[in-house]
């Protein structure tokens, strides 16, 4: 059985008191013992006092981003080793926000995962196409290009280690969801591109997760589908309610 992962990303959203009472309200309301790994990514700076407020819980803190360099003089850069003493084992890489904003191209997106692996953490490679490239019909070959750029820069060890997370960037923040079908079709997509790659056994085991105005309302019929293995949450993360109610909705 994949793992299932219902992970919250966020964004630039939260100050100090807004991001400890969502933790603390994560850490009442958590249940564990589902099968579901939680994950939460905070912003950088509340990294370590989220990571506190939920140590008793089984809520894994990520990170929504991280250098592809390991130290030095790069000023306002946060490496992954820094990231792993605090605390972080899940590290969101290749955004769509990261790729369109800050011009982060496939080759950074592998040179960031081999650096989150690098420290024992699992990388989140996002995925995802445009509405223009979708209805152009280059659905397969943009995510064909974005998948198969970070995998084959990868050894089948590492392969197995990542999960990916399918976000058309559409969908993202923009309250319009992928249909069930339309989310199965890309991540069966997704699944057959890695069975290429690294063989069915890597296949069948690694996590893809949808991301895109996933809410306690539409979670549940993405959640059934064969292919998806649960979500990377933006919006509905910000509320311990719907957060937990997501992450109930398999
Ligand atoms: P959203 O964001 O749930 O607010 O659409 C998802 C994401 O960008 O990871």
Same mark, same amino acid.
């Given at each position: 059985m994949r793992q299932k992962i219902v992970a919250g990303n966020w964004k630039m959203n939260t100050n100090r008191e807004e991001a400890e009472s969502l933790a603390a309200?994560?850490?009442s309301? +958590?249940?564990?013992? &589902?099968?579901?790994?939680? *994950?939460?990514? /905070?912003? +950088? /700076?509340?990294?370590?006092?989220?990571n506190q407020l939920l140590s008793v819980t089984e809520i894994a803190i990520g990170a929504q981003n991280c250098s592809g360099q390991s130290s030095g003089a790069f000023t306002g850069e946060v490496s992954a080793s820094m990231l792993a003493s605090a605390g972080v084992s #899940?590290?969101?890489?290749?955004?769509s926000e %990261? %790729?369109?904003? #800050? !011009?982060?191209?496939?080759?950074?997106?592998?040179?960031?995962?081999?650096?989150?692996?690098? $420290? !024992?953490?699992? /990388?989140? *490679?996002?995925?995802?196409?445009?509405?223009?490239?979708?209805?152009?019909? %280059?659905l $397969? $070959?943009?995510?064909?290009?974005?998948?198969? =750029? *970070?995998?084959?820069?990868?050894?089948?060890?590492?392969?197995?280690?990542i999960v990916i997370a399918y976000e058309p960037v559409w969908a993202i923040?923009?309250?319009?969801?992928? =249909? /069930? $079908?339309?989310?199965?079709e890309v991540h069966a997509f997704? %699944? &057959?591109?890695? &069975?290429?790659? &690294?063989?069915a056994e890597v296949a069948d085991s690694l996590p893809i997760l949808y991301g895109g105005s996933c809410n306690p309302g539409n979670a549940a019929s993405l959640f059934a589908c064969p292919d998806i293995d649960g979500g990377l949450i933006g919006g509905a993360s910000l509320k311990a309610a719907d957060f937990i109610s997501i992450s109930n909705s398999f």
């Open positions: 309200a994560l850490s309301q +958590f249940i564990g013992g &589902s099968g579901v790994k939680m *994950v939460v990514c /905070p912003p +950088f /700076p509340w990294i370590m006092s989220v #899940y590290v969101i890489t290749g955004h %990261r %790729r369109s904003l #800050y !011009n982060e191209s496939d080759a950074d997106v592998l040179t960031k995962t081999l650096k989150i692996l690098g $420290e !024992n953490m699992t /990388p989140i *490679v996002c995925v995802g196409e445009t509405l223009q490239e979708r209805e152009s019909g %280059r $397969e $070959e943009i995510i064909s290009r974005q998948i198969t =750029s *970070v995998l084959n820069g990868l050894n089948k060890d590492q392969i197995a280690s923040g923009t309250g319009l969801t992928a =249909s /069930p $079908e339309q989310a199965q997704i %699944r &057959s591109l890695i &069975s290429g790659i &690294s063989g």
